[in-house]
């Protein structure tokens, strides 16, 4: 997005984080005119927005229903595990290879700010978790593998919020982000690739069983 407006970055954005937090309803229409007023945004930074989210796979244009946010289909749920599990793995390996001081210091920040917040404030909770896998994608050092590793987890992160009223099971990911941190600090590749593994897959099985039960 390096050449990209920077209102047009910024509306992007914006409009992501409301279609992934369910804000922007899935299958509701986009009326690029009503998000220019409420965003704060001319309307051309909007629909340049809205192409970008095209590829986003969030939001689809239909000749003849117009713009609207993209549908969830909770069976996507498995097809976005089995990616992202081997893309985070490889992440955690890379960063447990890469990693630097400045790094491991960014990380062990973000799991303690993590510990601070109340499990019931699960909205904050997934923002620090979005940072902490971005934070270990930037120590893996592969730019196109941040790239790849932030589309998956948008798309994911929609299905999450559908369960989110659900999900009492946060703590225990905060355990399992103390031991991949220490792995990665005692340059463990093969141990953090097991454990981003097997806390992803954990954390997908568990929003499935949830979102079996709605």
């Known amino acids: 997005m390096e050449l990209i407006g920077v209102d047009t970055q910024r509306a992007y954005s914006q409009i992501r984080e409301m279609i992934i937090t369910l804000k922007l309803q899935p299958g509701s229409m986009v009326n690029a005119q009503a998000l220019s007023s409420r965003l704060h945004f001319g309307t051309a930074a909007i629909n340049e927005a809205l192409k970008l989210l095209v590829i986003d796979n969030l939001v689809e244009i239909s000749k003849h229903h117009g713009v609207y946010v993209s549908r969830i289909n909770p069976e996507d749920l498995k097809y976005l595990s089995e990616v992202r599990v081997l893309l985070e793995a490889y992440s955690a390996r890379l960063a447990a290879e890469r990693a630097t001081q400045d790094d491991l210091t960014i990380l062990e920040s973000l799991i303690e700010e993590q510990k601070d917040i109340p499990e019931e404030d699960k909205q904050a909770w997934f923002g620090i978790d979005h940072k902490l896998h971005q934070a270990i994608a930037t120590a893996a050092g592969n730019h196109y593998l941040i790239r790849s590793l ?59 069983e949830l979102l079996e039960e709605k």
């Not at 929609?158 to 099971?169: E, G, Q, S, T």
């Not at 941190?181 to 806390?199: G, V």
């Open 150 to 208: 932030e589309y998956y987890f948008g798309l994911s992160q929609r299905l999450w919020y559908f369960a989110l009223p659900k999900i009492d099971f946060l703590s225990e990911a905060v355990q399992e982000h103390a031991a991949l941190l220490e792995s990665i600090r005692s340059k463990q590749p093969d141990r953090a690739e097991e454990i981003m593994a097997s806390h992803v897959k954990k954390f997908y099985n568990k929003v499935h």
